[in-house]
């Protein structure tokens, strides 16, 4: 098994939620999701049950939260060439289609952790929800900030390439003002000399393009 910088902040694991799964209690700050035949996921003390903060929000939710907070901070790394941990990760998201923008937002807020990652919750959900208010007000704070992260991968060819990608998601003009290491930001979070293919990116962006 590959080293990581944090054990308990990687994954190889997919979910199966017809098979089940279960909650343990690993210690006084730890809980753990497992499903069958599957290795166990840490969970940060924040999402303990009893910790607060994201209590009130539903399970899918609090993981969903989690791994994206882990993909956006790079704590998160590849065991192997078939775990698309991000595309994993969004499959629990089915609760996106049910819920309004403000409603999503509105959790967002409740649990915290909207501000440390405003920019990129509020693009995407706007991409799902075919928000285009929404993307284009997350694009233009992120683009006064001047910066994502220096140590992200970038992708060979344009924006305009990697938008050919998702050609039913948004504009193409809208594509355009998006500064690659914020999009590969969410496809790569954090594997070390390993460029992405675009192949990882179609499957992040098949769950943006589904109308």
């Given at each position: 098994?590959t ?5 308990a ?36 003390p ?45 499959s ?22 909207a ?22 007000e ?25 938008a ?41 962006l ?6």
């Amino acid at each position: 098994m590959t080293s990581h910088r944090n054990p308990a902040h990687s994954l190889n694991w997919h979910p199966d939620w017809s098979s089940g799964g279960d909650l343990t209690l690993l210690s006084s700050d730890e809980i753990a999701f497992s499903v069958p035949s599957r290795p166990i996921l840490a969970v940060s003390p924040a999402l303990r049950p009893g910790a607060g903060g994201l209590l009130p929000l539903p399970l899918s939710l609090r993981l969903v939260l989690y791994f994206l907070d882990l993909a956006l901070y790079g704590q998160l790394d590849f065991l192997g060439p078939s775990d698309n941990y991000l595309t994993d990760v969004l499959s629990l998201a089915g609760w996106l289609d049910s819920l309004g923008a403000t409603s999503l937002i509105n959790l967002l807020l409740v649990s915290g952790r909207a501000q440390r990652w405003p920019l990129a919750v509020e693009f995407l959900l706007g991409a799902r929800l075919r928000r285009t208010d929404l993307c284009r007000e997350a694009l233009n704070r992120f683009n006064d900030d001047g910066r994502w992260r220096d140590t992200v991968w970038q992708p060979p060819g344009t924006v305009s390439d990697f938008a050919t990608l998702c050609p039913r998601a948004l504009p193409l003009d809208l594509w355009s003002s998006v500064d690659r290491r914020f999009m590969w930001a969410w496809v790569v979070a954090d594997v070390p000399d390993t460029p992405p293919s675009f192949g990882l990116g179609d499957k992040f962006l098949e769950i943006y393009q589904t109308p």
